[in-house]
């Protein structure tokens, strides 16, 4: 995959989950691809289910002890 594909998926996933840089960094960190951040968003049906930018910062925080700070 080329690198201007690559950021075309980050800049997708940025705006659809309402992402900011840090969000992006921390999703980088652990591994997350853009299209699995999208596959993430939740449905009106799916009231139980956090926002994609609650969910990256609570895996994060499971994983490394702290939440970046947002840039």
Known sequence: MGKSKK???WAEAKKRCRLNQADVRMAK???????SL??????P???WKAPVKVWI???????FGK???SE
Not at 38 to 43: C, H, M
Request: charged share 35%; no cysteine; glycine share 6%.
């Open 45 to 47: 049906q799916q009231s």
């Open 67 to 69: 939440v970046l700070d």
């Open 57 to 63: 910062r609570e895996l994060y925080e499971d994983k």
């Open 38 to 43: 999208i596959k993430n968003i939740p449905s």
């Open 29 to 35: 960190d652990l591994g997350l691809k853009p299209k």
């Open 7 to 9: 950021n075309t998926g």
